[in-house]
């Protein structure tokens, strides 16, 4: 290998934390504040989508964001992705921008008892979650309605929590979205995801989005198993 070659990074939260095994911190590593700074970021840039104050007052904001950025990158992880092991086994991946709760990009999504699976290498068990998540006007796409791209987001990762439920975790290969009727913002969505079984290393689940109990939209995913060396 080429000295200024690096090598190749893992292909997923999975396998990484493999590679970390025994070393992976538990939830009491994410503090309050960290927390906090996420969610308070969030709102931030909400504010930033709906602003009216005038042109001074604007730029007085970016000098202090500003410094608030150059503060916050004084320091840096080795690796942007941070992960942490809960006491029942399963994995959470605290800044990916699918519900990282540690990244400010990614909506507020929240599953409601995520089991952490079958043991490594037992069979796959299907599996139902579910979740809710309240979208803002900076995930807006036409007047008061989200964006596609962030619907196709929440089911990807819907779909990935409930494969990886499952016991059959992967990495995305296909995702069919289908648009049923406009997802609203700022109106509370439910989310229902199941993993449907498997073909070999390839793996399927469903799900939909739901708004005031109407589906909005709707998805298949098929989920590729990495190779084990």
Not at 191 to 216: H, M, P, Q, Y
């Given at each position: 290998m080429n000295s200024n070659t690096r090598p190749l990074p893992p292909a997923s939260a999975t396998a990484l934390a493999e590679l970390m095994a025994g070393t992976l911190p538990d939830p009491s590593s994410v503090s309050a504040s960290a927390l906090d700074l996420a969610d308070r970021v969030r709102d931030l840039v909400e504010a930033v989508v709906w602003t009216d104050v005038d042109a001074a007052v604007r730029a007085d904001a970016a000098r202090r964001i500003a410094e608030l950025t150059a503060e916050l990158g004084a320091a840096r992880r080795d690796r942007a992705v941070s992960l942490i092991r809960h006491p029942d086994g399963r994995l959470e991946h605290l800044t990916q921008m699918g519900s990282g709760r540690l990244n400010p990009q990614a909506p507020r999504l929240v599953f409601a008892d995520v089991a952490a699976g079958p043991e490594p290498g037992a069979e796959p068990e299907s599996v139902e979650i579910h979740a809710r998540c309240t979208l803002t006007a900076a995930h807006g796409g036409p007047p008061e309605r989200a964006h596609g791209g962030i619907v196709a987001v929440l089911l990807d990762q819907l779909l990935g929590v409930a494969a990886a439920a499952a016991g059959a975790p992967g990495l995305t290969a296909g995702l069919d979205v289908r648009y049923r009727r406009a997802t609203p913002y700022d109106a509370p969505l439910?989310?229902?995801?199941?993993?449907?079984?498997?073909?070999?290393?390839?793996?399927?689940?469903?799900?939909?989005?739901?708004?005031?109990?109407?589906?909005?939209?709707?998805?298949?995913?098929?989920?590729?198993?990495?190779?084990?060396?």
């Open positions: 439910e989310l229902t995801g199941r993993w449907t079984g498997r073909d070999g290393r390839k793996s399927f689940a469903t799900g939909e989005i739901r708004a005031a109990g109407v589906v909005t939209a709707e998805a298949t995913a098929v989920f590729i198993a990495e190779r084990r060396r």
